[in-house]
């Protein structure tokens, strides 16, 4: 089984500053691209950061100059660094990254979301 399980999501007041953090677990023989995407309510889910596993990175608009994407592969972690939020930043952010378990099957991964809320 592989699992991805995000941390560090929380509450913060607008220009702060939050990370997160993405870990994936379980039967894996690679980790392909990883990325991090985020759903506001009535929104559709979409792609805020994703990064290769060469460590080639791309950003939504929306984020560019804010945050950074960024992928520990010993520890099968990718982080999202999160700077001068803003309340249009409120969502769930949700990790998704493409395995090859050991088995051979490859697939894409997602984690169960968790809430970012920038609000004074």
């Known amino acids: 089984q592989v699992q991805v399980v995000e941390s560090g999501g929380g509450l913060v007041q607008p220009g702060g500053s939050l990370r997160l953090s993405c870990a994936a677990s379980g039967s894996i023989f690679n980790i392909y691209n990883m990325g991090w995407y985020r759903q506001a309510p009535g929104q559709q889910r979409d792609i805020v950061a994703s990064i290769t596993s060469d460590g080639a990175t791309t950003y939504a608009d929306s984020v560019k100059g804010r945050f950074t994407i960024s992928r520990d592969n010993a520890k099968n972690t990718v982080y999202l660094e999160m700077n001068s939020l803003k309340p249009e930043d409120t969502a769930v952010y949700y990790c998704?990254?493409?395995?090859?378990?050991?088995?051979?099957?490859?697939?894409?991964?997602w984690g169960q979301g968790i809430q970012v809320t920038v609000s004074s």
């Open positions: 998704a990254a493409t395995i090859r378990a050991t088995t051979g099957g490859r697939g894409d991964y």
